[in-house]
Protein backbone atom coordinates (compact mmCIF):
# COMPACT_ATOMS: atom_id res chain seq x y z
CA UNK A 1 0.00 0.00 0.00
CA UNK A 2 1.54 3.33 -1.71
CA UNK A 3 -0.26 6.07 0.54
CA UNK A 4 0.85 9.22 -0.31
CA UNK A 5 3.56 9.43 -2.89
CA UNK A 6 4.86 13.08 -4.27
CA UNK A 7 6.96 14.10 -7.25
CA UNK A 8 9.95 14.82 -7.52
CA UNK A 9 11.71 14.53 -4.49
CA UNK A 10 14.23 17.16 -5.02
CA UNK A 11 14.29 19.82 -7.68
CA UNK A 12 16.31 23.12 -8.07
CA UNK A 13 14.62 26.06 -10.21
CA UNK A 14 15.80 29.46 -11.17
CA UNK A 15 13.91 32.16 -10.66
CA UNK A 16 11.32 32.53 -13.26
CA UNK A 17 10.75 28.95 -14.39
CA UNK A 18 7.65 26.88 -14.06
CA UNK A 19 7.01 23.55 -12.47
CA UNK A 20 4.41 21.09 -11.45
CA UNK A 21 4.24 18.84 -8.43
CA UNK A 22 2.41 15.82 -8.26
CA UNK A 23 0.62 14.27 -5.32
CA UNK A 24 -0.91 10.76 -5.89
CA UNK A 25 -2.90 8.55 -2.85
CA UNK A 26 -4.58 5.21 -3.44
CA UNK A 27 -6.68 5.32 -0.23
CA UNK A 28 -9.66 6.80 -2.25
CA UNK A 29 -9.59 9.84 0.06
CA UNK A 30 -12.11 12.56 -1.06
CA UNK A 31 -9.99 15.75 0.73
CA UNK A 32 -6.30 16.59 -0.38
CA UNK A 33 -3.56 18.98 0.85
CA UNK A 34 -0.89 21.09 0.10
CA UNK A 35 1.32 22.51 2.57
CA UNK A 36 4.46 24.25 2.44
CA UNK A 37 7.02 24.38 5.68
CA UNK A 38 10.11 26.54 5.96
CA UNK A 39 12.99 25.97 8.40
CA UNK A 40 12.00 26.50 12.11
CA UNK A 41 8.05 26.82 11.14
CA UNK A 42 4.83 25.23 10.67
CA UNK A 43 3.37 24.04 8.12
CA UNK A 44 0.91 26.08 6.37
CA UNK A 45 -1.67 25.22 4.38
CA UNK A 46 -1.53 26.61 0.67
CA UNK A 47 -4.38 25.12 -0.75
CA UNK A 48 -6.93 21.97 -0.89
CA UNK A 49 -9.46 20.43 -2.40
CA UNK A 50 -12.66 18.62 -0.69
CA UNK A 51 -13.24 16.49 -3.91
CA UNK A 52 -12.45 15.55 -7.67
CA UNK A 53 -12.64 18.90 -9.66
CA UNK A 54 -12.70 21.03 -6.95
CA UNK A 55 -10.13 23.35 -5.05
CA UNK A 56 -9.70 26.13 -2.60
CA UNK A 57 -7.44 28.62 -1.11
CA UNK A 58 -5.36 27.35 2.34
CA UNK A 59 -3.57 30.24 4.28
CA UNK A 60 -1.09 30.80 1.65
CA UNK A 61 -1.91 30.40 -1.84
CA UNK A 62 -0.51 33.24 -3.73
CA UNK A 63 1.76 32.42 -6.68
CA UNK A 64 0.47 28.55 -6.52
CA UNK A 65 -2.50 27.03 -9.21
CA UNK A 66 -3.73 23.64 -8.27
CA UNK A 67 -5.82 21.31 -9.88
CA UNK A 68 -7.89 18.20 -9.40
CA UNK A 69 -8.95 16.51 -12.38
CA UNK A 70 -8.79 13.42 -10.68
CA UNK A 71 -9.69 11.85 -7.42
CA UNK A 72 -6.19 10.01 -6.74
CA UNK A 73 -4.44 13.46 -8.15
CA UNK A 74 -3.32 16.61 -6.60
CA UNK A 75 -1.22 18.43 -8.68
CA UNK A 76 0.09 22.23 -7.12
CA UNK A 77 1.58 24.33 -9.78
CA UNK A 78 4.36 27.47 -9.94
CA UNK A 79 3.98 29.41 -13.13
CA UNK A 80 6.89 31.79 -12.29
CA UNK A 81 9.47 30.62 -9.35
CA UNK A 82 10.70 33.14 -6.86
CA UNK A 83 13.18 32.54 -3.93
CA UNK A 84 10.04 33.11 -1.41
CA UNK A 85 8.93 29.72 -2.68
CA UNK A 86 12.07 28.03 -1.53
CA UNK A 87 10.26 25.10 0.98
CA UNK A 88 9.91 21.71 1.86
CA UNK A 89 5.78 20.41 -0.01
CA UNK A 90 3.95 18.34 1.66
CA UNK A 91 0.55 16.91 0.19
CA UNK A 92 -1.51 15.33 2.31
CA UNK A 93 -5.31 13.54 1.51
CA UNK A 94 -8.05 12.77 3.64
CA UNK A 95 -10.94 10.84 4.13
CA UNK A 96 -13.04 12.76 6.50
CA UNK A 97 -11.35 16.23 6.74
CA UNK A 98 -9.00 16.05 9.80
CA UNK A 99 -6.94 12.29 10.24
CA UNK A 100 -4.76 13.48 7.27
CA UNK A 101 -1.83 11.20 5.81
CA UNK A 102 1.30 13.17 4.35
CA UNK A 103 3.29 12.15 1.57
CA UNK A 104 7.26 12.21 1.81
CA UNK A 105 7.37 15.98 0.60
CA UNK A 106 9.38 17.82 -2.34
CA UNK A 107 12.59 19.65 -1.56
CA UNK A 108 12.37 22.92 -3.46
CA UNK A 109 15.25 25.24 -3.95
CA UNK A 110 14.45 28.29 -6.00
CA UNK A 111 18.03 29.99 -6.57
CA UNK B 1 -4.72 34.97 19.34
CA UNK B 2 -3.22 32.36 17.67
CA UNK B 3 -5.37 29.20 16.89
CA UNK B 4 -2.98 26.91 18.77
CA UNK B 5 -0.09 27.18 21.09
CA UNK B 6 2.29 24.72 22.62
CA UNK B 7 5.97 25.01 24.52
CA UNK B 8 8.50 24.94 21.37
CA UNK B 9 10.57 23.22 23.67
CA UNK B 10 13.28 21.90 23.93
CA UNK B 11 12.00 19.08 26.32
CA UNK B 12 15.24 17.26 27.25
CA UNK B 13 14.59 14.13 29.38
CA UNK B 14 16.35 10.48 30.36
CA UNK B 15 15.29 7.16 28.85
CA UNK B 16 12.46 5.78 30.62
CA UNK B 17 11.23 9.27 32.06
CA UNK B 18 7.56 10.31 31.72
CA UNK B 19 6.85 13.97 29.48
CA UNK B 20 3.87 15.86 29.28
CA UNK B 21 3.19 18.69 26.92
CA UNK B 22 -0.27 20.99 26.90
CA UNK B 23 -1.53 22.36 23.68
CA UNK B 24 -4.01 25.60 23.97
CA UNK B 25 -6.46 26.41 21.68
CA UNK B 26 -8.72 29.24 20.79
CA UNK B 27 -11.65 27.89 19.16
CA UNK B 28 -14.00 26.61 21.37
CA UNK B 29 -15.49 25.21 19.19
CA UNK B 30 -13.07 22.68 17.87
CA UNK B 31 -14.55 19.49 18.35
CA UNK B 32 -11.47 16.96 17.11
CA UNK B 33 -7.99 16.85 18.32
CA UNK B 34 -4.99 15.31 16.65
CA UNK B 35 -1.58 14.60 17.67
CA UNK B 36 0.88 14.44 15.14
CA UNK B 37 4.84 13.81 15.49
CA UNK B 38 7.55 15.06 12.79
CA UNK B 39 10.91 13.71 12.63
CA UNK B 40 13.40 15.64 11.58
CA UNK B 41 12.90 16.53 7.49
CA UNK B 42 10.14 14.30 7.55
CA UNK B 43 6.24 14.47 7.10
CA UNK B 44 4.05 14.76 10.07
CA UNK B 45 2.37 11.10 11.14
CA UNK B 46 -0.70 10.95 12.69
CA UNK B 47 -0.02 9.89 16.21
CA UNK B 48 -3.60 9.98 17.54
CA UNK B 49 -7.05 11.66 17.35
CA UNK B 50 -9.02 12.57 20.24
CA UNK B 51 -12.64 12.78 19.91
CA UNK B 52 -13.72 12.69 23.66
CA UNK B 53 -12.35 13.60 26.99
CA UNK B 54 -8.68 11.61 26.15
CA UNK B 55 -7.55 8.63 24.34
CA UNK B 56 -4.91 6.15 25.37
CA UNK B 57 -2.37 4.19 22.76
CA UNK B 58 0.23 2.16 24.71
CA UNK B 59 2.51 4.80 26.46
CA UNK B 60 0.74 7.60 25.00
CA UNK B 61 -2.09 9.16 26.50
CA UNK B 62 -3.87 12.57 25.20
CA UNK B 63 -6.44 14.65 28.09
CA UNK B 64 -8.70 16.78 26.28
CA UNK B 65 -10.37 19.71 29.07
CA UNK B 66 -12.57 21.74 26.82
CA UNK B 67 -13.13 23.74 30.01
CA UNK B 68 -10.03 25.72 30.41
CA UNK B 69 -9.59 24.96 25.96
CA UNK B 70 -6.02 22.56 26.07
CA UNK B 71 -5.05 19.29 25.26
CA UNK B 72 -2.21 17.30 26.81
CA UNK B 73 0.22 14.51 25.66
CA UNK B 74 1.81 11.99 27.96
CA UNK B 75 4.60 9.98 27.17
CA UNK B 76 5.41 7.12 29.71
CA UNK B 77 8.92 5.17 29.57
CA UNK B 78 10.28 7.80 26.91
CA UNK B 79 12.52 5.99 24.21
CA UNK B 80 15.12 7.15 22.02
CA UNK B 81 12.89 6.82 19.12
CA UNK B 82 10.35 9.36 20.32
CA UNK B 83 12.81 11.76 19.89
CA UNK B 84 10.43 14.38 17.61
CA UNK B 85 8.51 17.11 17.57
CA UNK B 86 4.74 16.71 18.60
CA UNK B 87 2.16 18.54 16.88
CA UNK B 88 -1.11 19.81 18.62
CA UNK B 89 -4.04 19.89 15.55
CA UNK B 90 -7.29 21.24 17.04
CA UNK B 91 -9.96 21.13 14.05
CA UNK B 92 -11.03 24.32 12.58
CA UNK B 93 -14.49 22.97 11.53
CA UNK B 94 -13.36 23.60 7.69
CA UNK B 95 -12.33 20.33 6.90
CA UNK B 96 -8.97 21.67 7.35
CA UNK B 97 -6.35 21.25 10.37
CA UNK B 98 -4.23 24.43 11.40
CA UNK B 99 -1.14 22.98 12.12
CA UNK B 100 1.42 25.06 14.70
CA UNK B 101 5.04 24.88 15.25
CA UNK B 102 4.99 21.98 17.85
CA UNK B 103 7.24 20.97 20.38
CA UNK B 104 10.43 19.57 20.19
CA UNK B 105 11.39 16.29 22.19
CA UNK B 106 14.53 15.32 22.53
CA UNK B 107 15.17 11.81 24.91
CA UNK B 108 18.34 11.65 25.91
CA UNK B 109 20.67 8.30 26.51
Known amino acids: NAGVTQTPKFRVLKTGQSMTLLCAQD?????MYWYRQDPGMGLRLIHY???????AKGEVPDGYNVSRLKKQNFLLGLESAAPSQTSVYFC??????????FGPGTRLTVT | RKEVEQDPGPFNVPEGATVAFNCTYS??????FFWYRQDCRKEPKLLMS???SGNEDGRFTAQLNRASQYISLLIRDSKLSDSATYLC??????????FGSGTRLQVQP
Open chain 1, 92 to 101: ASSKDGYEQY
Open chain 1, 27 to 31: MNHEY
Open chain 2, 27 to 32: NSASQS
Open chain 1, 49 to 55: SVGEGTT
Open chain 2, 50 to 52: VYS
Open chain 2, 89 to 98: VPDTGRRALT
